[in-house]
């Protein structure tokens, strides 16, 4: 059995440690109140937007009118990766980066043999995994996290619209969690990129909803305009959802983590107690033992 000094010392770090994770976790707790406000005040607006814009885009025929949309042999694959800028929150970086890889050995294996796919990473974690095994890297914009704003959001997804449009790429997919609840996080590969269309219907309901839309000054006009603003607005949900989840994550784990030391610690002190006891008996055995002799 370890001795006392030991025991003392082990219980004074474990105790230590304690104070540090629960630290972390009010901490993650009021950047995730913030972070939950303001993906769920965000989620019923780019919602509606999205549904919209595929509505209309589907009825349009011309692809010259709506290239963000256009559908062409996959061969030029980009993955833009979500990640956070720190750890301590679980499995929550683990699971995208697994994401990733089963994407690039599965759904892209081939464009991937022929080197035909590229990562632009968000969130060091990401980066750093990626960097450091010589996978395709050609972007990385860690600094958003640092400031997450829709502002500083707009240039990336300006660039990832031009460079589909440009023909670039053909395929852009977002990897992230998407946020449920504080101890849930849904790992999502979300095609941005082309904008996925909603198939014409030919239902009576569907006939009665869109006799009901007035376009002024037309439908392709609108499209143009929708289009890129839809898209910087996913782009900016997707990082929000990843931010609350990774609040979510680690005020999870640092709970967890904070329940593990209490409970290492009460484990401890029953060492101690243990120790303190035998060296006590041991102590009251020698002088009994003392006692003895001196009487003989």
Do not use: W
């Not at 990401?126 to 502002?151: C, G, Q, W």
């Not at 989840?245 to 904070?258: C, V």
């Not at 120790?275 to 041991?282: F, K």
């Amino acid at each position: 059995m370890a001795g006392l000094k030991e025991v003392r010392i082990r219980i004074a770090s474990v105790k230590s440690t304690q104070q540090i994770t629960n630290a972390m976790k009010m901490v993650a707790a009021s950047k995730f109140r913030r972070a939950q406000t303001a993906i769920i005040k965000l989620r019923p607006y780019a919602a509606k937007l999205r549904e919209i814009l595929q509505n209309l885009s589907a009825s349009i025929e011309s692809s010259d009118e709506n290239v963000f949309a256009q559908v062409r042999k996959q061969e030029k694959i980009l993955l833009v990766i979500i990640t956070s800028n720190r750890g301590l929150c679980g499995a929550f970086n683990s699971n995208v980066i697994k994401a990733t890889l089963n994407a690039v050995s599965t759904e892209y294996a081939v464009q991937f043999k022929n080197e035909s796919v590229r990562f632009i990473t968000i969130g060091k974690k990401a980066t750093e995994f990626f960097r450091k095994r010589k996978y395709p890297v050609i972007e990385s914009h860690d600094e958003l996290f640092d400031m997450l704003t829709f502002n500083n959001v707009v240039p990336l997804a300006e660039k990832l619209m031009k460079s589909f449009a440009t023909k670039e790429y053909d395929r852009i997919d977002l990897v992230y969690n998407q946020f449920k609840n504080a101890a849930v996080q849904r790992l999502i590969v979300e095609q941005y990129l082309p904008v996925t269309q909603t198939p014409a219907s030919t239902s009576d309901n569907t006939v009665k909803a869109e006799t009901n839309y007035l376009f002024e000054p037309d439908k392709e006009t609108i499209v143009r305009e929708l289009i890129p603003k839809t898209l910087r607005i996913q782009l900016f949900k997707a990082l929000l959802d990843s931010f609350a989840s990774e609040q979510g994550a680690r005020m999870t784990a640092m709970q967890k983590a904070t329940d593990n030391a209490q409970d290492l610690i009460r484990e401890l002190n029953i060492s101690y107690n243990k120790a303190r006891q035998n060296a006590i008996t041991n102590a009251l055995i020698e002088i009994v033992s003392g006692a003895e002799a001196l009487k003989g």
